[in-house]
């Protein structure tokens, strides 16, 4: 019998199945009702409702991650995506890898904090708000994203083409979202501005949704090297995972210097690329 991936369901991943018309959240948990997504977002929530003083530079970021969270739910619930299922357990994992960041940090544990985190986190209190969002876009997209998307696409999902794709195409369908979100949180951002950056404004948004399309191709760049490290072993996987993490951890330094940093992003590129693996050594 195939699942509503089209794969036989005795050889598919174990996962319920991913489209319920009439509940798409409990056909994705096997709990009717469940949604998992806004399970998510009243973590993040949560996470800003008690940041620490210390910490409340954080809030810009965590703001637009918990509005943007409840917008993949809703964009879940318009049937916007092939496999909602699939979706909604592609952001429990991304959100975990953010969430175990941030509780590390603020817990005292710099060994559950990976770089391009540590610096976000390290930024400079007084920076605008903006440019704390992109610090945590920049943590989050380049260097969580890929392993979150590893998490929930499995070998046996790497050898069906069909299956493959249609992931690829619920991956890009989140630009869609995103691009929706980005005027918006531009008003959120509340930072007050000189009148060259107000005149920038919807420039900077054009630039915003580019360099998220191009991060996101990025992403699946990087899913597919990560993969093909994954088949030879952990030791090669955690190799490429921090070429990952130290890619990703030099373009906060690009976040960091002064200037239009929307306009610069749009012309150097705000995603990573990993290279080709090294040749091995004879």
Do not use: C
């Not at 009717?32 to 996470?47: I, K, T």
């Not at 637009?64 to 409840?70: G, S």
Request: charged share 25%; hydrophobic share 45%; proline share 9%.
């Amino acid at each position: 019998m195939l699942d509503s991936d089209g794969r036989d369901a005795a050889t598919s991943n174990s996962h319920p199945a991913d489209t319920d018309p009439a509940d798409p959240a409990g056909a994705a948990t096997g709990r009717p009702g469940a949604d998992p997504v806004a399970e998510v977002a009243a973590r993040l929530r949560d996470r800003l409702d008690t940041l620490p003083a210390a910490a409340r530079h954080r809030a810009p970021f965590l703001g637009a991650y918990l509005r943007t969270t409840e917008a993949v739910g809703a964009a879940v619930y318009d049937g916007l995506f092939e496999s909602p299922g699939w979706v909604q357990r592609w952001d429990v994992a991304f959100a975990e890898l953010y969430l175990a960041a941030h509780d590390s940090e603020l817990g005292g544990n710099p060994a559950g904090v990976s770089r391009p985190w540590r610096l976000a986190f390290a930024a400079p209190p007084e920076l605008p708000a903006l440019r704390h969002v992109l610090l945590g876009i920049n943590a989050h997209v380049n260097y969580d994203l890929p392993q979150a998307m590893l998490a929930v696409i499995s070998p046996a999902d790497f050898a069906d083409p069909d299956l493959l794709a249609a992931r690829r195409r619920d991956h890009e369908r989140i630009d869609t979202v995103l691009a929706g979100r980005v005027k918006a949180e531009d008003a959120e951002l509340g930072d007050p501005r000189p009148l060259l950056d107000r005149a920038l404004a919807p420039l900077n948004r054009l630039s915003s949704k580019r360099f998220l399309r191009e991060a996101r191709q990025k992403v699946w760049h990087n899913v597919g090297e990560l993969h093909a490290a994954r088949l030879l072993g952990d030791q090669t996987y955690r190799a490429r995972l921090a070429e990952l993490e130290l890619l990703s951890a030099a373009k906060i330094a690009d976040l960091l210097a002064p200037g239009q940093v929307l306009l610069r992003l749009a012309v150097a590129g705000f995603g990573v690329t990993l290279p080709p693996p090294a040749e091995p050594t004879r």
